[in-house]
């Protein structure tokens, strides 16, 4: 299975029970600060902004928390943040695509460095993986709103390029431009969806075995606890027998 997904999901039921709950809510609150900062401090008036609220809302951020995390932008927080990627190679030639938030950029270079060099990896310049991906938004539903049939064509007349459904829900892909308008068109059909956000969504994948997939997690999950680090996206894969060893 494509690890885009698979990642996502590993991520999802270990994030439940980490303690590693806080962080998460201080980047998802970094990310609602700069989206405010950016533009329209209303999430219905700003894009960007409703979809860090959607987002934040699906990992069971408090109400309060948000509500601080605009407030921060009308004070002048998020002015010195600046959005950087880090492109380059993880264990078994696995391409890896980091996106930071940072308001001291040699800082955060000299640490996304290390920590490939770390872990069995090799940072590039700017664009030595990222081709490998397309920017795409991804809006998923669970299994609930309905079959394969009824999703598919609510997503086509919604405008969106691609769905993908199993047992566990519908991951609906669109042009990174047009997320916004198709997750408020797919919502007036289906309802509210579990996330909205853009991705980078691979091409082609790699596929690594045990030992392989062990080293890559350690190399995502050091970089993932840096508080700079807003998320890593990889495009390995992995088999079943890999997943169920993990």
């Known amino acids: 299975m494509a690890g885009h997904s698979k990642w996502a999901n590993i991520q999802h039921r ?7 709950r806080s962080k998460l809510f201080s980047k998802l609150a970094k990310e609602i600060t700069v989206a405010a900062k950016m533009g329209d401090p209303d999430p219905e008036k700003n894009p960007r902004l409703r979809l860090a609220v959607k987002e934040a809302k699906s990992q069971s951020v408090p109400k309060d928390v948000i ?114 308008d198709v997750s408020n068109a797919l919502e007036a059909v289906l309802g509210e969806s579990e996330t909205a956000k853009l991705i980078w969504r691979p091409q082609t994948t790699t596929e690594l075995d045990l030992e392989g997939m062990q080293k890559l997690m350690r190399l995502i999950e050091v970089l993932e606890d840096d508080d700079d680090v807003q998320r890593v996206t990889a495009n390995f894969e992995v088999s079943d027998e890999v997943m169920a060893a993990l």
């Open 14 to 20: 270990k994030g439940r029970q980490d303690a590693a």
């Open 67 to 180: 509500d601080r995390a605009i407030k921060k932008s009308l004070g002048g927080e998020g002015d010195n943040y600046e959005e950087i990627r880090y492109e380059g190679y993880g264990p078994g030639g696995v391409a890896v695509i980091v996106e930071a938030m940072t308001d001291n950029r040699n800082r955060t270079a000299s640490t996304v460095r290390s920590t490939f060099s770390k872990h069995g990896g090799n940072l590039g310049e700017t664009g030595s993986v990222s081709f490998m991906f397309d920017r795409k938004g991804e809006i998923v539903y669970g299994a609930d709103v309905g079959d394969e049939d009824t999703v598919m064509l609510a997503a086509i007349e919604a405008g969106a390029e691609d769905v993908e459904s199993s047992e566990d829900g519908h991951v609906i892909y669109c042009a990174d431009t047009d997320l916004n």
